[in-house]
């Protein structure tokens, strides 16, 4: 890793001070990132402006001083995935790749808001994953030894322990499904989605980096035969645009845009819903997550619950909720927590996921030069944000695959080297 | 003070029925008919709750279900709207979130600082240190803004209900009832759905000529045949198809009620919501809605203030002048926004003092009436496909009719204006198109008249800044701001400052909102587009939406048994089945030595008849099954299309054209979905039919040295002697008088065993027939933790333990198994590509050198650092692990990397406390009986 050039003073600094002195003098506000002409050529192009375009923007221009980058979205930044997520942050994985991965993301979460001299709220209270059946508590400790031996930290705690982090759930054995134990993993937690976002575009958008929203990409320019394809540029629904580096960072759209550069990904999208209630007074630290009954519940700073599934089982690019979905998370959530019975669901939404089949990313190179594809994030993407700018941030600087995002390539679908992440990815937020 | 008025003419009270219940631990008198609010209003109370942010005192907005000021705790349920509920006798009703006490809250310091806590302040604040963030936080959370949720349930009553009517009615007004009565007389069944505890929408607060309009409408719904009348239920919903959700609040017994509707057409006859007015000061207690006071005075004969100022921009303004002078209220001023009149901002700290006009005088005052517009309550509308057009005279939006798909139609106020007649015109002729639609009968389409569209002055803010979101204590000033930093879109203005965000999910402030970011934008209020409605339109409780809790437990014939003995239950799934009887050791011991029998019933069965029964073998199965005589069975592994091990099982060849398939208990529905999915997608030309018969059947296994003795005990037609019906066969006869029950002999636990599938119903007689005519033989029941030891012992893998989802065939220790000279399998490439590639890790059987340790599954095998500092590196890992009774010492299975995989390697296991221990790769995976002599005898 380069060392970190010095962030460039922001237009405006943040801090009690500044709202101070906002507040007293009643002066015009800075825009935390700022409208600029679309140009007809930069050195790279990000599709995507959520956590992981506008990460890479701001990794790019922050660490290797790349600063002629242009953010694309079709809407605005964080409409997809960043803006829909359930906000859980983990690095309790299975496999020794991917605890290695999330958690060199957690800990850039957590200097985050000193980084981007904005406060993106994360909150570690703590994530337990529940076992209610004697194969899922053995896949417990077999991710808590790996997280242990990646000097990662996770344990497998009792029904007694668990009562005790979250008063409020039911650990009779007298239920359907009762807790016989859970992955519990300190340092998990929540955060505020779109402050991540904003602060990454506010960041990348302070070193000179440009942020279209509303500009839909229409095809990708290659140039070349059979043994050899190049990436010329992009065309959007305002010109194009000529670049010799672009980043698929697109998530639940991503195998349509890669299918513009005549890239083709394992991937398949599906939606997947989620739920929050009104605000209740704060009962609930603790994320918690039950694979079993399909649910995982945190709440907000603002006291909302939130709620989340799996996927839904059929892939597509609704993204409107289901009357099935909340009937059954409403029931789930009720088994853990009888009492909430009279909390109120005020607002259901779905967002789409695009899923590899071994439930790990596809990132780094593609078959076509200077095409990459920062992709695969199913359900796990939020968590990754600023691990993955960071290293595809590298990638594009170097010119080299960094080690961490090694077992991710594309080619490990026609080498057969597949991650198993499915076992703590798949109801795993 | 009393602020009740005596009887007036629309009043909903029952003033025979007086009762009292408690507000803030003090007694209130109310009548039967009044709301919390309505009760409290007349008993004096001005402040109902303090704002979110800034903790400023609350009082009533709209006095209706959507009133942000008046959300209460009742009893142990949080966030009731007071203006809604009704008041019941003895309930407790506090405040929420208020301390010491609603009069006096500490938190409302917040106001002085108000003006450093603009949108978005703590995206800007508590940054460094990071240590002191988490103290940060919890300070924050203690702002958050809602009602407390007991720890132990209440256990109320929940119940969900089906309906199917051919039209269904959103919204009891008068369209609604209108549109009603015309789809009930052109013949369709009718589900008419009111929010209102009654019909009549508007006209119950209206005048004379409302209410003589009200009494013939619902006198009409109550006689018409085919109507059903919902209320105090609200439409959540409308999904794919029309299928709509209704919560239902007034079913006896029931604390809500889940109505599900497929319904043949909607009619959206939701009305208009009135729109606050944004001004400073508009959030002070004394500001209220026209059709707040409205209500106030005619539904709940209660006097809304002394002196009042009414800002009105339509009639309905004028028709609240007129109540509050026959209220007996003092109307100090009137500004009329129609002829340009205007109030600039409104002073008073914790009630209504005066209001300022744009000349600058003072009219002292303790009411602020205001009626400044509609907002239409699009989002049953939007969730079938439609978006509102803004109509600028108008200056509210309006359905898009090209945009509703033929199933949902829309009437009354939010489709347009006009009086009473034209509305109620247009309406019927929507419900009779209505019933035509959803019926087919009548003589092709039902004009329906087009409403007219009555102009409004465009009042959002006035020349002041003020609330917009008053659930989230959001200003003007606040979008402002967020749109000069950058937050231009109206989506991320919501994100950035909350507005929207909170219990009324917009339907107040919405528009507001939008007309305050074009303002700030330089755009139109069309241009600016809005913010998506999403279900449900009213927040619905989680115990209506979960109903009653209906988790389904399955249980053999045989479960009497094992309960009277007993058993200890262990939850498999949907299965709930016997772990043990007490000493799982002992019970592996019976098997060894005598004879055992073991419920097996959720072993996963499938009939498959047809002549191409072969061919589905042969492609699901990495094995060969062409050659599979009658009367044999055969051990099968499934993989999936990434050569990953699925499933296993043995299928038995029962008769010509005729097998049955067993899979794993976990795998039963997984296997049955996959082979139909096979079958229906790829092979819809081969002729096989499959019948799942788990449970039609009983399965128990009868193992142990002396099993053939006691079955030849009790089975008749079928020569039970090792050479007549050797293992790996299949015979069916008549066990214990009971025809038609098929036995495998085959052998998971490693001993002579025989697995009988005995038809369901006689399992229990079969059982205890075996248990008895056994018992000289020592037969004893074993439970799932023996049948573990004794299949570890022998070395049998479970799919799903000792593999995973990455486990591919080979790995599996499954090389005899998978034949790759077939033409084709599922996962064949894969695991072709596995073979060639070699270096792949293995299932091996393990054994700690310390045959007293038993490593617990899932400990990790390391190669362990030559350095301190270094971390272990994985190699493998313990996948089942027991202590064996029979060996008197410890045994695995395990997963290991490639160059581990020789039998006698030395490795080490890394347990959960850190220590690390030596073990031997064993020459089998078998630890018990390698040769399987036993199974053969």
């Given at each position: 890793m380069p060392t970190r050039p010095r962030p460039r003073r922001y237009p405006a600094r943040y801090s009690a001070f500044s709202l101070l002195r906002h507040g007293l003098a009643g002066d015009h506000l800075v825009p935390a990132w700022r409208d600029r002409e679309l140009k007809n050529s930069y050195d790279v192009v990000i599709i995507g402006g959520g956590v992981h375009g506008l990460a890479t923007a701001y990794y790019l221009a922050a660490n290797h001083g790349i600063t002629d980058v242009a953010v694309l979205d079709k809407g605005y930044v964080g409409s997809g995935g960043s803006g829909r997520n359930t906000a859980i942050l983990r690095?309790?994985?299975?496999?020794?790749?991917?605890?290695?991965?999330?958690?060199?993301?957690?800990?850039?979460?957590?200097?985050?808001?000193a980084d981007l001299n904005y406060n993106v709220m994360f909150s570690q209270r703590g994530h337990l994953t529940l076992a209610h059946n004697d194969s899922s508590l053995r896949t417990m400790r077999w991710r808590a030894e790996v997280n242990k031996l990646e000097g990662v930290d996770s344990e497998v705690v009792g029904p007694a322990e668990i009562k005790k982090l979250v008063p409020y759930l039911d650990v009779s054995a007298a239920v359907r499904y009762p807790i016989l134990g859970a992955l519990y993993h300190p340092p998990g937690g929540i955060?505020?989605?779109?402050?991540?976002?904003?602060?990454?575009?506010?960041?990348?958008?302070?070193?000179?980096?440009?942020?279209?929203?509303?500009?839909?990409?229409?095809?990708?320019?290659?140039?070349?035969?059979?043994?050899?394809?190049?990436?010329?540029?992009?065309?959007?629904d305002r010109g194009d645009i000529a670049a010799s580096t672009v980043i698929n960072c697109t998530a639940g759209w991503s195998t349509l845009v890669a299918e513009m550069a005549g890239v083709r990904l394992p991937i398949q999208t599906f939606p997947l819903q989620a739920a929050v209630t009104e605000p209740v007074r704060p009962f609930l630290d603790a994320v918690v997550v039950s694979g079993s009954l399909h649910v995982y519940v945190s709440q907000t700073d603002r006291g909302e619950l939130v709620f989340g599934a799996s996927v839904d089982p059929f892939a597509g690019y609704s993204m409107r909720g289901s009357l099935e979905f909340v009937e059954g998370l409403a029931g789930h959530v009720l088994e853990l927590m009888p009492s909430l019975a009279k909390v109120r669901l005020l607002r259901q939404w779905a967002g789409l996921c695009d899923m590899t089949p071994d439930f790990s990313p596809i990132m780094g190179?593609?078959?076509?030069?200077?095409?990459?594809?920062?992709?695969?994030?199913?359900?796990?993407?939020?968590?990754?944000?600023?691990?993955?700018?960071?290293?595809?941030?590298?990638?594009?600087?170097?010119?080299?695959?960094?080690?961490?995002?090694?077992?991710?390539?594309v080619e490990r679908f026609a080498e057969g080297r597949l991650l198993g992440e499915k076992g703590a990815a798949a109801v795993g937020h | 003070m009393s602020m009740r008025l005596g009887p007036q003419p629309g009043e909903v009270l029952d003033r025979t029925r007086p009762f009292t219940f408690t507000w803030n631990g003090r007694e209130v008198p109310a009548y039967q008919g009044d709301t919390i609010a309505s009760a409290l209003a007349a008993a004096g109370v001005r402040v109902f709750s303090r704002s979110l942010k800034y903790h400023r005192p609350r009082g009533l907005l709209t006095a209706s279900f959507h009133d942000p000021g008046c959300i209460v705790q009742v009893d142990d349920e949080p966030n009731v709207r007071g203006a809604h509920r009704l008041a019941r006798p003895g309930m407790r009703v506090r405040s929420q979130n208020t301390w010491p006490s609603l009069n006096f809250d500490v938190k409302a310091i917040n106001q002085l600082a108000g003006r450093f806590l603009s949108a978005g302040f703590y995206y800007k604040t508590f940054i460094r240190p990071r240590w002191l963030w988490p103290t940060y936080e919890r300070v924050l959370r203690r702002f958050a803004n809602g009602g407390?949720?007991?720890?132990?349930?209440?256990?109320?009553?929940?119940?969900?209900?089906?309906?199917?009517?051919?039209?269904?009615?959103?919204?009891?007004?008068?369209?609604?009832?209108?549109?009603?009565l015309a789809a009930a007389d052109a013949g369709a069944s009718v589900l008419l759905?009111?929010?209102?505890?009654?019909?009549?929408?508007?006209?119950?607060?209206?005048?004379?000529?409302?209410?003589?309009?009200?009494?013939?409408?619902?006198?009409?719904?109550?006689?018409?045949?085919?109507?059903?009348?919902?209320?105090?239920?609200?439409?959540l919903g409308r999904y794919e198809g029309n299928w709509i959700a209704v919560v239902q609040r007034t079913v006896p017994g029931v604390a809500e009620r889940l109505v599900k509707v497929r319904a043949g057409t909607l009619v959206v006859a939701s009305g208009l919501i009135e729109r606050p007015y944004v001004f400073a000061g508009n959030d002070i207690p004394g500001v209220m809605l026209s059709t707040a006071v409205r209500r106030l005075i005619n539904l709940y004969a209660v006097k809304p203030g002394e002196r009042a100022v009414v800002l009105t921009g339509n009639?309905?303004?004028?028709?609240?002048?007129?109540?509050?002078?026959?209220?007996?209220?003092?109307?100090?001023?009137?500004?009329?926004?129609?002829?340009?009149?205007?109030?600039?901002?409104?002073?008073?700290?914790?009630?209504?003092?005066?209001?300022?006009?744009?000349?600058?005088?003072?009219?002292?005052?303790?009411?602020?009436?205001?009626?400044?517009?509609?907002?239409?309550?699009?989002?049953?509308?939007t969730m079938a496909g439609d978006r509102p057009v803004y109509d600028p005279r108008a200056a509210r939006y309006f359905p898009d009719p090209a945009r509703l798909p033929e199933d949902v139609l829309a009437a009354g106020g939010i489709a347009g204006d006009g009086s009473l007649d034209e509305l109620l015109a247009h309406a019927d002729a929507v419900g009779a198109e209505a019933a035509r639609r959803a019926t087919g009968a009548g003589d092709g389409p039902v004009p329906i008249p087009t409403l007219p569209v009555d102009a409004h002055p465009a009042l959002f803010r006035g020349r002041t800044h003020g609330i917009v979101d008053f659930c989230e204590d959001v200003s003007s000033t606040d979008l402002v701001q967020a749109v000069e930093e950058g937050y231009r879109s109206v989506e991320l203005v919501k994100r950035y400052t909350t507005v929207t965000m909170g219990p009324t999910q917009g339907k107040l402030e919405a528009v507001n909102a939008v007309a305050i970011v074009a303002e700030a934008t330089g755009r139109s209020i069309g241009e600016t587009g809005t913010t998506t409605w999403r279900p449900p339109y009213v927040p619905v409780t989680l115990g209506a939406l979960a109903g009653r809790v209906f988790e389904p437990v399955r249980y053999s014939p045989m479960q009497p048994w094992h309960e009277?003995?007993?058993?200890?239950?262990?939850?498999?799934?949907?299965?709930?089945?016997?772990?043990?009887?007490?000493?799982?050791?002992?019970?592996?011991?019976?098997?060894?030595?005598?004879?055992?029998?073991?419920?097996?019933?959720?072993?996963?069965?499938?009939?498959?008849?047809?002549?191409?029964?072969?061919?589905?073998?042969?492609?699901?199965?990495?094995?060969?099954?062409?050659?599979?005589?009658?009367?044999?069975?055969?051990?099968?592994?499934?993989?999936?299309d990434d050569g990953v091990v699925l499933d296993d099982g043995v299928t038995g060849h029962l008769g010509p054209d005729h097998y049955l398939m067993s899979t794993t208990s976990s795998g039963a529905a997984t296997v049955w979905e996959w082979v139909e999915n096979w079958l229906q997608t790829q092979h819809p030309d081969w002729q096989v039919h499959v019948t799942p018969l788990t449970t039609a059947y009983a399965s128990m296994n009868v193992a142990g040295p002396r099993s053939r003795e006691l079955l030849e005990r009790v089975t008749e037609g079928v020569d039970l002697a090792g050479e007549a019906f050797p293992y790996m066969n299949v015979r069916t006869g008549r066990v214990c008088g009971v025809d038609d029950c098929v036995l495998w002999r085959i052998g998971f636990t490693g001993?002579?065993?025989?697995?009988?599938?005995?038809?369901?119903?006689?399992?229990?007689?079969?059982?205890?027939?075996?248990?008895?005519?056994?018992?000289?033989?020592?037969?004893?029941?074993?439970?799932?933790?023996?049948?573990?030891?004794?299949?570890?012992?022998?070395?049998?893998?479970i799919v799903g333990q000792d593999t995973d989802g990455l486990t591919r065939g080979f790995s599996a220790g499954l090389d005899w198994a998978i034949k790759l000279d077939k033409d084709d399998f599922v996962g064949k490439p894969e695991l072709a590509w596995q073979q060639e590639a070699g270096e792949y890790p293995r299932l091996v059987g393990l054994q700690p050198l310390d045959g007293s340790v038993v490593p617990e599954e899932a400990c990790q095998i390391v190669d362990p650092p030559r350095r301190a500092d270094r971390r272990p590196r994985i190699v493998g890992r313990v996948t089942s692990s027991r202590m064996s009774p029979i060996l008197g010492r410890s045994i695995c299975l395990a997963q290991v990397d490639a160059h581990l995989a020789a039998p006698g390697t030395q490795v080490t296991v890394r347990l959960p406390d850190g220590r690390h221990i030596p073990a031997r790769v064993t020459d089998h995976l078998a630890h018990f009986d390698p040769t399987g002599d036993r199974l053969r005898v």
């Open positions: 690095s309790n994985y299975l496999t020794p790749e991917g605890v290695r991965f999330y958690d060199r993301s957690v800990r850039l979460y957590e200097r985050l808001a955060i505020r989605h779109d402050a991540v976002v904003w602060g990454y575009a506010r960041g990348a958008s302070g070193y000179g980096v440009h942020i279209h929203q509303n500009t839909e990409v229409t095809g990708i320019d290659v140039a070349g035969g059979p043994n050899g394809r190049r990436v010329r540029g992009v065309r959007t190179r593609t078959p076509v030069d200077g095409f990459l594809v920062d992709v695969g994030w199913g359900t796990y993407g939020f968590k990754a944000g600023p691990v993955s700018g960071e290293a595809m941030a590298d990638c594009v600087a170097t010119g080299r695959t960094p080690d961490i995002i090694a077992p991710f390539g | 407390e949720v007991p720890p132990e349930a209440a256990g109320d009553y929940y119940d969900k209900r089906y309906a199917h009517p051919e039209v269904l009615v959103a919204g009891g007004g008068p369209a609604g009832m209108a549109a009603a759905v009111e929010e209102e505890h009654q019909l009549g929408g508007h006209l119950c607060w209206g005048d004379e000529a409302d209410l003589a309009a009200l009494r013939g409408l619902s006198e009409r719904v109550a006689a018409a045949p085919g109507i059903e009348v919902l209320c105090d239920s609200a439409v009639g309905d303004g004028d028709a609240a002048v007129a109540d509050l002078k026959r209220a007996g209220v003092t109307v100090a001023h009137i500004a009329d926004a129609r002829l340009g009149d205007d109030i600039v901002r409104a002073h008073g700290r914790g009630r209504l003092r005066s209001v300022e006009l744009p000349d600058g005088r003072r009219v002292d005052c303790d009411l602020l009436v205001t009626a400044t517009g509609w907002t239409a309550p699009a989002a049953l509308l009277a003995h007993g058993a200890t239950p262990l939850v498999a799934g949907a299965w709930i089945r016997p772990d043990h009887y007490g000493d799982p050791h002992a019970e592996a011991r019976t098997v060894r030595g005598d004879v055992g029998i073991i419920d097996v019933t959720p072993i996963g069965k499938l009939d498959l008849r047809g002549p191409d029964v072969p061919k589905l073998l042969n492609l699901l199965y990495v094995n060969k099954w062409s050659k599979l005589d009658v009367g044999r069975v055969r051990y099968g592994v499934m993989c999936a001993e002579l065993s025989y697995e009988l599938h005995i038809p369901a119903a006689y399992g229990l007689h079969v059982w205890e027939t075996l248990m008895e005519r056994g018992h000289d033989l020592g037969i004893a029941p074993f439970g799932v933790e023996a049948q573990r030891i004794l299949r570890l012992e022998k070395g049998h893998l």
